[in-house]
């Protein structure tokens, strides 16, 4: 292996040197400082992502900064306004990327893997990471209506069929709505954007293909008109089909410059071009009908998202064909009816949005997140499966084998310790939840994952704090850099414990004591390392490693409670962390994570709310409503909110993690599990009770089985019925309606009326 002796730090050395850069082995040797030493640095998959998002950046500032001309995505137009507070200074910025608006909401049809975007001002991007499509309405006096630029614009998510965007914006006297869905099969899908634009004095509608996406510049090199001019054909390969003929199509290219402008020159309609070619990848076009006085014009695009064919003559049937799926996908899922309009709008969209990203394994988001990570699937699939949507579930966890190591390593990302831990919790909840005895082929995959957390472990013997503990690796990216992260540790207890429970379920009782004292015993450890922290930090709270001090990666620590129930509900160390965090790291009502993600993130502040509602303390509720405020119009969260813009700051516009956690926290106010019993309604707020409405949710899976529980408000008092159809024995059920006193229910008893307390 000659090039393990070969002098590559000298030669890069030298090379650096002489073209006056700094040392960048000794620049590397002193980032690595900052971290704990680990066997993995910076995974894989990471720097892949982060070369990408940087290499579009730095297109980004090639193309965008002096072109500022041209129609720009919302974003673009918001970050390069110096009057906008999203406004970003450029200077000697080598990438300039979507750090303001990261909002895009995706459409498709449940098991299909096509999923278009829809930005905040209805921008569709049909293909992933493609170029995109446009409208706007120009009068032939006046200023024109471009959604980019407009202030006045709405936006909606329907589902009632399907799922359909709808984008209206208007400028008087100009008025425009788009309707965007997918529509097909999951294996011949199609892109269709209904156009409505009317006005009242004469002006033209424009279908333009815009070289662009929300992340910024996406290439077309050329551009053709079909021959019965009912479409495009885009880079020669993708196909955008026009139900009307326009009245005049227009092409430009980069040195021309945008279409857009070349619509006001009089000679663009003296041009009879069909095709447009473009080296630099800036191509555009726009289509344009005529708009009459005080006439509307409806025009409906269509794109193919695969390379199927299709029948136009068929759309109808398509639509069908789409409706069926959702219909179909749905069935079983658990209802919520709560008098809360905007709650409801949002826990039915997350439903939605999990449907639509798991079409086998899961994906936590569907543009920049859309590939496999152990973590976001052990919460995505939860929700599912809390959600009752229990096959969808179990087809997801039979792919986990395919992404073990020989050695039982569950891998989506090198460096994750956490990730064991996480495929053996979800197994396990799949199993106490369906009463399913573990499938024979997951039986190995289990033995080799429970073992391999055992081997990770660092000896008990060394006099440190991480002392049996998990190795330093990379854990959650929002965390930190490389350390010995008790996130890891947690899991890792939850997964011993499943590994025990699910030997046992196989009759595997040698193995299943086996797991069990080795979950106990890294637990020892774990009690062990918090005691060290408590006494350096003067306090029980705790710190994401044993070696941090407090800050907002603590909000890792709180898995020991909100979900693996590891310490208990009161747990003064779980109590005390919740607190600071509570404290010190709230912005606008949310959890503002300054690591990474330097934004409002939601679904931790929904862990945090969950570790509230977990120990019966009210100010649950106030984080729910700041995370419902924080959502799209399309009942959508990114990965991280812009404390100012609102708009999403880092990550995927349409984060399924946060989607999950809504599903998850909204059933867990109507019944979760406790100390091997039900609790119910320890999360109902008394505004709900306030409306005198019906309240109710259910079939909803449990530990125990499924459960329908509805609430009754009368006068003052509350009457609670709930019907169980178990797995085995009732289980012993506990009442705790905020504002009511705790009941502990007897068995064979399915309602109970709450008396109002008078000193509530």
């Given at each position: ?9 000298f ?52 193309a ?47 098991n ?26 120009i009068?032939q ?19 009632d069929?399907?799922?359909c965007?709808i ?112 080296k ?22 269509t ?74 699937a ?24 395919s ?44 033995h ?28 959650a ?92 509900q ?30 409002i ?5 929904l ?6 509602l ?137 309602s ?9």
């Amino acid at each position: 292996m000659w090039w393990k002796w070969f002098p590559w730090r000298f030669l890069v050395r030298d090379a650096a040197r002489r073209q006056g850069f700094l040392d960048p082995v000794k620049i590397l040797s002193q980032l690595q400082n900052f971290a704990q030493p680990s066997e993995v640095l910076v995974p894989t998959e990471l720097l892949r992502s982060g070369v990408v998002l940087h290499a579009r950046g730095l297109m980004n500032s090639l193309a965008i900064q002096h072109n500022l001309d041209w129609i720009w995505p919302y974003w673009v137009e918001c970050q390069y306004d110096p009057q906008n507070e999203a406004f970003i200074p450029r200077a000697f910025s080598l990438t300039q990327i979507n750090l303001t608006h990261r909002n895009w909401t995706a459409l498709g049809v449940p098991n299909g893997t096509a999923f278009p975007l829809v930005d905040p001002r209805g921008l569709v991007t049909p293909y992933y990471d493609s170029w995109s499509i446009d409208v706007w309405i120009i009068p032939q006096e006046g200023e024109p209506l471009i959604p980019s630029l407009s202030p006045n614009v709405s936006q909606k998510m329907v589902m009632d069929d399907n799922l359909c965007v709808i984008t209206e914006s208007s400028f008087d006297p100009l008025k425009l709505q788009l309707k965007a869905q997918v529509i097909g099969s999951a294996q011949a899908p199609l892109c269709q954007v209904r156009i409505t634009g009317s006005a009242s004095v004469k002006a033209r509608l424009v279908v333009s293909l815009r070289p662009y996406n929300p992340e910024g510049v996406s290439f077309i090199n050329s551009i053709t008109l079909l021959e019965d001019s009912l479409g495009w054909q885009v880079n020669r390969g993708d196909f955008v089909y026009f139900d009307k003929p326009p009245d005049q199509c227009v092409f430009s290219d980069y040195h021309r410059g945008d279409v857009y402008n070349r619509l006001s020159s009089p000679a663009s309609a003296e041009e009879n071009e069909k095709e447009v070619s473009c080296k630099v990848g800036m191509a555009s076009s726009a289509a344009v009908y005529t708009l009459e006085a005080g006439q509307s014009k409806e025009v409906t695009i269509t794109v193919p998202l695969t390379k199927n064919k299709i029948e136009k003559e068929s759309y109808g049937d398509y639509q069908k064909t789409a409706q069926l799926a959702w219909k179909e996908s749905l069935q079983g899922a658990c209802s919520l009816q709560i008098p809360d309009e905007h709650f409801q709008f949002l826990y039915e969209a997350a439903i939605h949005t999990m449907v639509l990203h798991s079409p086998r394994e899961v994906y936590p988001g569907p543009y920049i997140y859309r590939r496999f990570w152990f973590r976001d699937a052990a919460f995505i699939l939860h929700a599912l499966l809390c959600a009752g949507l229990k096959e969808r579930v179990r087809r997801a966890l039979d792919c986990f084998r395919s992404r073990q190591t020989a050695q039982g390593y569950f891998l989506s990302q090198e460096g994750e310790w956490d990730s064991n831990g996480e495929a053996l919790w979800i197994m396990r909840q799949y199993c106490e939840m369906t009463g399913n005895v573990p499938p024979k082929e997951w039986k190995e995959s289990i033995h080799k994952a429970g073992k391999w957390i055992c081997r990770k472990r660092l000896s008990n013997n060394l006099l440190s704090p991480h002392a049996g503990l998990l190795p330093s690796g990379f854990s959650a990216e929002h965390l930190g850099p490389n350390d010995f992260y008790y996130w890891d540790d947690f899991w890792a207890v939850a997964g011993l414990k499943a590994a025990a429970f699910l030997c046992a379920a196989c009759k595997d009782n040698d193995e299943a004591i086996y797991f069990e004292k080795e979950s106990r015993a890294l637990l020892e450890s774990i009690n062990q390392s918090l005691n060290k922290v408590d006494e350096r930090l003067k306090r029980l709270a705790i710190p994401a490693s044993p070696y941090r001090r407090l800050d907002t990666g603590a909000i890792g620590s709180l898995v020991a409670s909100y979900p693996l129930r590891v310490f208990e509900q009161n747990d003064p160390r779980i109590l005390d962390t919740a607190d600071f965090l509570m404290k010190n790291c709230l912005v606008h009502g949310g959890f503002f994570h300054d690591m990474t993600h330097s934004g409002i993130n939601p679904y931790l502040t929904l862990h945090l709310a969950q570790v509230l509602l977990r120990a019966g303390d009210p100010r649950y509720f106030g984080l729910m409503t700041a995370v419902a405020k924080l959502a799209s119009p399309t009942g959508q969260w990114p990965e991280s909110v812009h404390p100012r813009t609102g708009g999403g700051c880092m990550g995927d516009g349409q984060h399924v993690w946060a989607a999950a956690e809504w599903a998850l926290i909204i059933r867990n106010c109507f019944v979760r599990e406790e100390n091997e019993r039900l609790i119910l309604c320890s999360g109902i707020p008394q505004v709900w009770l306030g409306k005198k409405q019906m309240i109710s949710f259910g079939p909803a899976p449990t530990s125990f089985g499924d459960i329908q529980i509805s609430l009754k408000p009368q006068g003052q008092n509350v009457l609670v019925q709930w019907r169980g159809q178990w797995l085995a024995k009732e289980p012993p059920i506990d009442i705790q309606l905020p504002g009511f006193a705790s009941v502990r229910i007897s068995p064979a008893t399915n309602s109970f009326e709450l008396k109002a307390e008078i000193d509530k």
